[in-house]
């Protein structure tokens, strides 16, 4: 079974910091992504990733990076973060290719921004 | 051109009754339409998914209904099951978008004993 790991469940923070979000991945998949989900509003694509080193932008980037080192780890940072951060991001990754099928998520960090 | 809508944000079903979920887009380009399971403290889990080039896909009690015409596709749940209360997102995506899906804004079913 694929699994992917988000490291933390539940995290607390303070306006201004920078937070690192982690997620690895141990199905060798190319694609990995980062979401949030808001009540109301589904998921939401923040950045995505085809292979290491490369990443887009995708819905809504503003206010977050991206880096992917190694083929299995997807981090999300928060620069800067704002209470408007507050919400729960889900990673996921999948198979490379148009027809890649389907994602695979892990459980969620829920973030509060203080 | 790139959202997908879905309905409804809420619904609430006996045990045995019918759940659906209805969702709509507007890209034409849309060639592979999933819908997503996700139940509390845990992240989504792919369901069922549908190509546009059948009209209907069954998987057990869960059925997709695709209608290229007027570009919508549901979910049916037949005999509903307390089990199956659930949060449920569909989603679409297409050739040059390799991987990437749009999803809807997500039903939150609550099915009643």
């Known amino acids: 079974d694929v699994k992917v790991t988000q490291s933390s469940r539940y995290l607390v923070k303070r306006t201004g910091e920078k937070v690192f979000l982690e997620c690895v991945q141990d199905?060798?998949?190319?694609?990995m992504f980062w979401y949030r989900q808001d009540p109301g509003l589904g998921l939401r694509l923040i950045y995505f990733s085809y292979d290491v080193k490369m990443k887009e932008k995708g819905d809504i980037p503003e206010g977050y990076s991206v880096s992917r080192e190694k083929k299995e780890r997807f981090s999300l940072i928060l620069e800067s973060a704002s209470t408007n951060q507050t919400s729960m991001y889900l990673c996921?990754?999948?198979?490379?290719?148009?027809?890649?099928?389907?994602?695979?998520f892990g459980d969620g960090t829920r973030l509060s921004i203080l | 051109q790139q959202q997908v809508k879905q309905s409804p944000q809420s619904l609430i079903v006996q045990k045995g009754g019918i759940s659906i979920i209805n969702c709509a887009y507007e890209n034409t380009a849309f060639d592979y339409f999933p819908w997503y399971q996700q139940f509390p403290g845990k992240g989504p889990a792919l369901l069922i998914a549908?190509?546009?080039?059948?009209s209907e896909k069954k998987e057990g009690r869960f059925t997709i209904s695709f209608n290229k015409s007027a570009k919508q596709f549901s979910l049916h749940i037949m005999d509903s099951q307390p089990g199956d209360s659930a949060t449920y997102f569909c989603?679409?995506?297409?050739?040059?978008?390799?991987?990437?899906?749009?999803f809807g804004q997500g039903t939150e079913l609550s099915v009643k004993p």
């Open positions: 996921a990754s999948s198979r490379p290719g148009s027809l890649a099928g389907p994602q695979h």
């Open positions: 549908i190509r546009p080039d059948v």
């Open positions: 199905m060798d998949h190319e694609n």
């Open positions: 989603a679409a995506s297409y050739y040059n978008q390799g991987g990437k899906l749009i």
